[in-house]
């Protein structure tokens, strides 16, 4: 231990989703800071990867989300001081433990949002990973972090750049916000080329690694379209002035442009601890090992428009983000379930989009929902999507 760093405080955290993509990377992240501690985990059903870091870290709260895996993991770790729980009660429970101050959303789906909400009520500060927490419940989420003086820090990179990029300037001077995007592992091809894309054809990123879900979303821009509604609600603006630029090198992480011309942009190399660490230490920065950005060996940087024809998830995004209310909901359930019948071989890669607008076209708005309204447009969603399914088998 570096003796500068043994009167620092300890940061205490707590992490919904550790045994995922940027749950894993937020605990490497811990591993290299001896002023960060982890107070409790929760995770899905990967009992085996959960055991392994209740020993590493030591949290005293754990959590399952199905009750079967929660009591195979209590007589796993039945040798460690660490309750066990499970549930959206656990996950409520992890929300406002008292000793951790930060919450880590890293957690994948709506179930995010509860707990977020009840995390923010309590006064934690939200290191947000969990796209569909401002997707469709960003009208209820920030007039609460406002309310509760509680920080919302991006940890998404493209969110994290604008976030960099906005530091210390006036927001009432942004002109627009240019959100970056790689173009995924197609970018270029016709949908006549799309025709016959499989699984393991868009789980094939060129930049980032990343959970399987996530993978297919940038594949076909429809992660970006949530980052799109995500930023409106971050950074309060019209989803008129979020401008997607495709940058397949993925240096650029994003942009602001304000009223004068002046642009400022975040740069690096595409890799995920950075956004995770500078929002775990705000507004401090650390060292970060692995490799940094080398201009010489870069050579160039290109941009090119989004073609919004060939992938219309990023189109429909932008006009569920318009509509407003529930229709965000539906917009990311329908991926959600489209994605995962696509994964599984159900439907074809162009089905994907088809499926997401034939359930935003039979969709009645509900404004300003709570977030019951919110959960049951979503299961209204799945059951339209269910009950498609079965006609055309």
């Given amino acids: 231990m570096n003796p ?62 199905s009750e079967m895996a929660a009591k195979e993991l209590k007589q796993r770790v039945a040798d460690l001081p660490v309750r066990i ?72 990179s493209e969110h994290s750049a604008i976030f960099q990029s906005l530091n210390g300037e006036p927001k009432n001077r942004i002109s627009k916000i240019l959100l970056t995007a790689s173009g995924g592992p197609f970018r270029g091809r016709t949908q006549e080329q ?25 594949s076909t821009m429809v992660n970006k379209g949530l980052e799109v509604m995500e930023a409106g609600w971050l950074f309060d603006v019209k989803l008129s002035d979020i401008q ?3 940058h397949p090198q993925s240096v650029i992480h994003s942009m602001v442009e304000y009223v004068d011309g002046a642009i400022l942009a975040q740069l690096g190399t595409p890799d995920m601890k950075l956004p995770i660490q500078y929002a775990l230490f705000y507004p401090d920065r650390k060292p970060l090992a692995g490799r940094h950005l080398d201009f010489y060996e870069l050579g160039q940087l290109t941009f090119e428009k989004p073609d919004m024809d060939t992938f219309k998830g990023l189109k429909l995004a932008y006009r569920a983000g318009e509509m407003g209310g529930t229709m965000p909901t539906v917009f990311n359930a329908a991926n959600e379930k489209a994605v995962s019948l696509f994964l599984e071989n159900k439907i074809s890669y162009l089905q994907i989009p088809e499926m997401i607008e034939g359930c935003m076209q039979q969709h009645r708005v509900v404004k300003n929902p709570s977030v019951e309204q ?20």
């Avoid at 894309?197 to 990343?210: C, G, Q, T, V």
């Avoid at 919110?374 to 088998?393: C, D, G, N, P, R």
């Fill in 4 to 65: 500068t760093n043994t009167k620092q405080t300890l940061k205490k955290i707590a992490i919904l989703g550790s045994t995922g993509s940027i749950g894993t990377q937020t605990l490497e992240i811990v591993r290299a800071n001896d002023d960060l501690q982890v107070m409790a985990l929760a995770a899905g059903g990967n009992v085996e990867l959960m055991e392994q870091q209740i020993r590493e870290f030591h949290p005293q709260l754990a959590v399952m989300w």
């Fill in 85 to 156: 729980a499970c549930g959206m009660e656990g996950l409520l429970e992890l929300a406002v433990l008292p000793e951790a101050e930060v919450l880590v959303t890293a957690i994948v789906g709506m179930i995010g949002i509860k707990p977020t909400i009840a995390a923010i009520e309590a006064g934690k500060t939200i290191a947000l990973a969990n796209k569909e927490t401002l997707v469709c419940a960003g009208h209820l989420i920030m007039p609460l972090a406002k309310e509760k003086g509680v920080s919302v820090l991006p940890v998404d």
């Fill in 194 to 218: 799309l025709q016959q894309i499989r699984p393991e054809d868009a789980l094939k990123h060129p930049n980032w690694s990343m959970g399987r879900k996530v993978t297919i979303d940038s």
């Fill in 244 to 246: 997607v630029v495709v």
């Fill in 374 to 393: 919110i959960l049951q447009a979503e299961e209204e969603t799945y059951h339209f999507i269910a009950e498609e399914t079965k006609k055309k088998v």
